[in-house]
Every structure is written in structure tokens, then in C-alpha cells.
């Protein structure tokens, strides 16, 4: 399984009016069908050139799931917070891939 993080830091002067897009353009991306579920995350680390920094990370089915997000679908949806929000967010991609999982199982 594969995790396609998206952090994003926004200036304070759109932070509700992101928020609110945010919330509309996860199950758009979702809805490509390359990934199965979408957590979105607010870093609770105070950053040095201020604003508020949020985490989406996208839980793709596959490899080739996200690699087919990147050549089918990727360029279209970045495009879109990139033309509402332009210079007031600044955001970078990582890419988890994951090894192992565990969970706490009380009885």
C-alpha cells in the first residue's frame, strides 16, 4: 500500500474559505477510484512563517493506482487550488509507502 501525502501551508486571510474547498476537493479526488480513503490532518507544529499547515494523505489502492493518478488526474485537480488560492498556499508532495501495520485490540 501506498500513502500519497499532500501538506499544505495557508495564509490565515483564506484559511476558512480553503477549509471549506479542501473539504470538497477530497472526495473529488477520491472519486478518480485510485485511492480508498483520504485522512485529512492539521499540524500542530507552529511554523515559522506563520499560516496553518494541514496534511491530506491518500491511501491508494496500489503502485499503479497512484501512478495512474499522477498521469490521469493529478494536473487537473492540483490545477484547481492552484488557480483559487495561487500565492496565499504553499504545499509539497510526499510519497509513503507502507511496510507494516498494527492495530490494539482490546478484549
Known sequence: MYIYNVTTNIDESIHD????WIKE???????TGKFDKATLTKVLVEEDMGGVTYSVQYRAYSREALDAYYKEDAEKLRNEGMKKFADK???????????????????
Not at 474559505?17 to 471549506?20: A, D, P, Q, T, V
Not at 476537493?25 to 472519486?31: K, R
Not at 507502507?98 to 490494539?104: L, M, N, Q, S
Open 17 to 20: 474559505e480553503w477549509l471549506m
Open 89 to 107: 498556499m504553499l504545499s509539497f508532495r510526499t510519497e509513503l509507502e507502507i511496510i507494516d501495520e498494527y492495530t490494539v485490540n482490546f478484549k
Open 25 to 31: 476537493h477530497i472526495p473529488q479526488v477520491l472519486a
